[in-house]
Nanobody, 123 residues
Framework: QVQLVESGGDLVQAGGSLRLSCAAS????????MGWHRQAPGKQRELVAA???????NYADSVKGRFTISRDNTKNTVYLQMNSLKPEDTAVYYC?????????????????WGQGTQVTVSS
């Protein structure tokens, strides 16, 4: 029904920048929240950043001031601009979206995840 396609993960040196993109497609009436999570080896998946429809954003303390999340509602796409990258940022980054799909005039919410994209920051 809904697919999230991520791109932008790469190997980068500490202090460098990357821009992740996630485009949603399929049976979409509205996307309430889009965000990015990450999971490093041996660690739990954690929220990195999220943005709701109004544009209000939330960031993990560890990335605040370095990462910027944004969205283009006309393209159903969310971005994560990552600057001043640190080795601690190395992880698989997953796109997440809360999507509303209309079934007989009724909005039905569902949570979708991308396949993940690897970000590796070398020291």
């Amino acid at each position: 029904q809904v697919q999230l396609v991520e791109s932008g993960g790469d190997l980068v040196q500490a202090g460098g920048s990357l821009r992740l993109s996630c485009a949603a497609s399929g049976s979409i009436f509205r996307i309430n929240t889009m965000g990015w999570h990450r999971q490093a080896p041996g660690k739990q998946r954690e929220l990195v950043a999220a943005i709701i429809s109004s544009g209000v954003t939330n960031y993990a303390d560890s990335v605040k001031g370095r990462f910027t999340i944004s969205r283009d509602n006309t393209k159903n796409t969310v971005y994560l601009q990552m600057n001043s990258l640190k080795p601690e940022d190395t992880a698989v980054y997953y796109c997440n979206a809360e999507v509303l799909t209309m079934y007989w005039g009724r909005p039905v919410p569902a949570d979708y995840w991308g396949q993940g994209t690897q970000v590796t920051v070398s020291s």
